[in-house]
């Protein structure tokens, strides 16, 4: 097993914060489950415990969930609950209308009276009612009782329970993938860095931040937050695999997981990555209202499709050709996220983008479509190797190469 991996596993036991430590719980009757997952009990909770839970503990409760509250726009799930329980005669119904929430743990004891203990607990499913429940009156309550589930799992099943619990607000692929190890340890490498970033592993988290936690992240005006799905299909296709990143962003948290985040992946390599990737997309979408405004269709052709994953996948190579293979292994933090490395990138990313549309227009006229080309990863191994081409003979030029390509 790698270090890394060895190191996140380590940190991530003596931390449990990713977990409520202990509590008492006050059941209704119950009956006890057992199976290849574990042992469960199943029973009912009202409405006003759900609630004092959430006001005692907050969103902790729900930090092995893969999101927090999604809100309560018009026609949502969410919005239905609320409307259940605004109703003086549906809320009666709640029980048998909500799928109810799942609780895992480490211990659970033998309920005596109606009150059970819970060891080192989450829900995992369920973050939506619990809020819900916790912004209702207190008279709604008084007729709301809730199906609820405790599962004393093994840490194997615990990812396949938050999936095939989370229906009613669909689950996907990189939403199960912030729980994974290595981008909870990331994400405190990003807080910690001397330019910190806020690694946004879940749909919400960071509006729930105190105004004083987020100040931390605020930086010549902005909240510096970096997208955990977004910016894994930025590596993916800084990593050589655009196609990927842009058109099959499922399998860059699955088939190619371990190639976009190996686990020695370093907190400033993420830094940097999405530094290229803004650029990339800010200076397509700049190229791009130009090229229509010119009415250039060609090169409109070329970049409304999927370009700023293959620009990012073209500044790779030149990155590494410029500044060594091993360049991110030496990257500080600081440099990564400084202006001056901004301005370093756009340079890249000026050059990448004409080379890119010019082998583009190559492909093309050869009987190439675009579309074609940017939707599997045989067209990066088209373009790639005209790319390594252009390179050679661009850095014979040494002082216009060293003055356009300034390393990092």
């Known amino acids: 097993m790698p270090l890394e991996t060895l190191k996140t596993i380590h940190e991530e036991s003596i931390d449990q914060a990713t977990r409520v430590e202990s509590c008492e719980i006050r059941i209704s009757d119950f009956f006890r489950e057992t199976g290849n997952y574990g042992e469960a009990i199943v029973t009912t909770l009202e409405g006003k415990q759900l609630r004092k839970l959430y006001e005692d503990h907050g969103d902790r409760l729900f930090d092995r969930n893969v999101r927090l509250f999604l809100g309560a726009r018009k026609g949502s799930v969410n919005a239905g609950i609320q409307?259940?329980?605004?109703?003086?005669?549906?809320?009666?119904?709640?029980?048998?209308?909500?799928?109810?929430?799942?609780?895992?743990?480490?211990?659970?004891?033998?309920?005596?009276?109606?009150?059970?203990?819970?060891?080192?607990?989450?829900?995992?499913?369920?973050?939506?009612?619990?809020?819900?429940?916790?912004?209702?009156?207190?008279?709604?309550?008084?007729?709301?009782?809730?199906?609820?589930?405790?599962?004393?799992?093994?840490?194997?099943?615990i990812d396949s329970v938050i999936t095939y619990n989370n229906s009613q607000n669909p689950i996907r692929r990189w939403d199960l993938n912030s729980q994974n190890k290595l981008q909870k340890k990331l994400k405190k490498e990003l807080a910690a860095l001397p330019t910190p970033f806020f690694y946004a592993l879940r749909k919400g988290e960071f509006q729930k931040l105190s105004e004083v936690e987020k100040s931390k992240f605020k930086r010549?005006?902005?909240?510096?937050?970096?997208?955990h799905d977004l910016n894994a299909q930025f590596i993916a296709a800084f990593r050589g695999l655009p196609a990927i990143g842009y058109k099959d962003k499922g399998k860059v948290f699955t088939t190619h997981r371990d190639e976009v985040f190996p686990p020695q992946v370093r907190a400033e390599e993420l830094v940097l990555v999405w530094q290229a990737g803004r650029v990339a997309k800010d200076l397509v979408k700049k190229e791009l209202e130009e090229a229509i405004e010119q009415d250039n269709e060609s090169r409109v052709a070329i970049l409304k499709r999927g370009a700023p994953f293959f620009l990012l996948a073209l500044m790779g190579v030149l990155l590494h050709e410029r500044n060594g293979q091993t360049f991110l292994n030496k990257l500080k933090g600081d440099v990564a996220a400084s202006k001056a490395t901004v301005k370093r990138l756009l340079k890249y990313a000026t050059i990448a983008l004409e080379?890119?549309?010019?082998?583009?227009?190559?492909?093309?006229?050869?009987?190439?479509?675009?579309?074609?080309?940017?939707?599997?990863?045989?067209?990066?191994?088209?373009?790639?190797?005209?790319?390594?081409?252009?390179?050679?003979?661009?850095?014979?030029?040494?002082?216009?190469?060293?003055?356009?390509?300034?390393?990092?």
């Open 220 to 227: 010549d005006g902005r909240y510096q937050q970096i997208r």
């Open 83 to 157: 409307d259940t329980l605004a109703s003086t005669t549906e809320r009666k119904n709640f029980w048998a209308y909500n799928n109810g929430l799942t609780f895992i743990c480490d211990d659970f004891t033998t309920p005596v009276k109606k009150r059970m203990q819970l060891t080192n607990f989450s829900i995992v499913n369920g973050c939506q009612t619990t809020v819900a429940l916790s912004n209702a009156t207190l008279v709604a309550l008084e007729d709301v009782r809730v199906p609820v589930r405790f599962i004393r799992a093994a840490e194997s099943v």
């Open 355 to 408: 080379w890119y549309v010019e082998i583009m227009d190559d492909l093309v006229a050869n009987g190439n479509e675009v579309p074609s080309i940017v939707r599997t990863q045989e067209g990066w191994q088209k373009i790639k190797p005209k790319i390594q081409s252009k390179w050679k003979v661009y850095r014979l030029a040494e002082k216009v190469m060293e003055a356009s390509l300034p390393k990092l």
